[in-house]
């Protein structure tokens, strides 16, 4: 493992309730966490790399691997699942010392973010989601192909350039640093429990099933939530269900943009989310 400790992905760790969790931190102030999503190499970093340092200019914002991904590991006997990471989270956030935090979650990461609010709300103090799964929907290819995954250059390079909707924005060195992380901790037990198996409904589609909306219906915390037009994983109309149902919810909708917000449209980003973090 001594090779792997040169990875950026690796920052401090701390034990939570004996799952050794793997995190970067920058800033002081009031506590941001930022939830990564899901898919091969996925980790913390690969995520929010170029977010932390600059919402660290005015909070602490912290950005853990969840457990099952990246260098958060399993432990042994347990199952990936949301009252897994729901728990996780919430241990986190106490052996952080942290009060009422913001969570901005991206994708896996947003749902995990509404997940915390059925059991665990008296720890959230506001929600941005990104490119969120909610509700029942159509599995799209993208979140079929991180299902099947096996690492090459090729296929990693393939399956990033699916993200983004200008693919031209995914470089060999981002393919290769995620490749390097997705073969030494695939994550392949944890994306595969986020995926419908083989089981179809009656128009031969696979259907991911998200938080139910009506759980929406009982969060009361102010929402930013953001998506791209053109994202490929998650489709639009899935945020604006969600829209619907988030009763102090707010919405920004990015155009010629796909599932990655944070990395395509970064500057627009951020200044939608220091707003809302200033206005809640």
């Known amino acids: 493992m001594s090779s792997n400790l040169r990875l950026p992905d690796i920052g401090a760790s701390i034990d939570v309730d004996g799952i050794q969790t793997n995190y970067h931190e920058h800033g002081e102030g009031d506590p941001v966490i930022l939830l990564h999503g899901s898919g091969p190499g996925v980790t913390a970093w690969q995520n929010w790399q170029g977010i932390l340092p600059r919402l ?54 947003g749902a995990l973010a509404l997940g915390m609010m059925a059991n665990h709300s008296d720890k959230v103090r506001s929600l941005v989601l ?64 986020l995926q419908p198996g083989e089981e179809q409904n009656a128009k031969g589609s696979r259907i991911v099933k998200g938080i139910p909306l009506q759980q929406l219906d009982a969060i009361t915390v102010p929402v930013l939530i953001l998506h791209g037009r053109e994202d490929k994983m998650i489709p639009l109309q899935v945020a604006v ?40």
């Open 56 to 109: 660290g200019e005015t909070h602490r914002v912290l950005a853990p691997d969840i457990v099952g991904f990246g260098f958060s590991p399993l432990p042994e006997g347990e199952k990936p699942g949301i009252k897994l990471w729901t728990r996780h989270l919430a241990g986190f956030i106490d052996a952080m010392g942290l009060n009422r935090v913001i969570l901005v979650g991206n994708s896996f990461g």
């Open 130 to 193: 990104m490119g969120t799964p909610a509700g029942e929907f159509e599995q799209t290819q993208g979140l079929a192909n991180s299902r099947t995954f096996e690492p090459s250059m090729d296929a990693m390079r393939a399956m990033m350039q699916a993200f983004p909707y200008d693919p031209s924005i995914v470089t060999d060195e981002a393919v290769a640093a995620r490749l390097r992380v997705a073969e030494i901790a695939s994550g392949k037990e944890t994306i595969r429990k």
């Open 241 to 280: 269900r969600m829209h619907e149902h988030l009763k102090r919810s707010e919405m920004h909708v990015f155009g010629q943009c796909g599932h990655w917000v944070q990395l395509e449209r970064e500057e627009q980003f951020l200044e939608q989310v220091r707003g809302f973090f200033r206005n809640n």
